[in-house]
């Protein structure tokens, strides 16, 4: 099975996926899910409400709440190690992924509102830095430079680390990618 591979609206070239059994029963699940037919069901990595692993740069991991701000950050840990290659395993109705560390409300802090670690209640939140609607629509365009850096780099990160070749999907491989 082939698919277009979109980048910027031009195309960049075509990749192969092998896809067994589980893989082609998923990527029809998906397309009656598009069409309305049917309801797809995905599952979580770890415990709802568990403690909250935040890796700090000097080496050590968070112990209480905190404000957060990218410097605090270990950058490696963050990424993790380079995963298995192999066949992409099944997690619930879609493809096992990587993610740019999910907790860390990435777009709100690029927009500037400030991140609090809360580690016992296992979240990130932001704090309100606009009070009003009106305020939102009469700001100026703002980019926190630091945040928006540190996704991007942890993204390119995951990028390299998956090898970019090109991947057998299905239920054969159900090992996490997820630093342990």
């Known amino acids: 099975m082939e698919f277009a591979q979109q980048g910027r609206g ?12 589980a893989g082609k029963s998923l990527i029809e699940r998906h397309r009656r899910w598009w069409a309305r037919e049917e309801t797809l069901v995905t599952q979580s990595e ?12 000097d080496g050590t991991d968070a112990q209480f709440d905190l404000p957060l701000t990218p410097e605090l950050l270990d950058f490696e840990r963050m990424a993790g190690p380079e ?7 099944l997690m619930g109705d879609r493809f096992r992924t990587t993610t740019a560390f999910g907790r860390v409300p ?8 400030a ?4 580690i016992q209640a296992g979240s990130m939140r932001t704090l309100a830095f606009v009070e009003t609607w009106e305020d939102w629509q009469g700001a100026d365009a703002h980019r926190d430079e630091a945040w928006y850096a540190l996704l991007l780099r942890l993204t390119e990160a995951l990028v390299a680390r998956s090898g970019g070749a090109a991947r057998r999907c299905g239920a054969d491989d159900a090992r996490s990618q997820r630093p342990g």
């Open 83 to 89: 995963p298995a290659h192999g066949p992409l395993g």
């Open 10 to 21: 031009r195309q960049r070239g075509m990749i192969e996926m092998q896809l067994d059994e």
């Open 46 to 57: 770890g415990a709802p409400l568990g403690d909250l692993w935040v890796p700090l740069a």
């Open 115 to 118: 991140v609090e670690a809360l």
């Open 106 to 113: 990435w777009v709100e802090a690029i927009l500037g509102a």
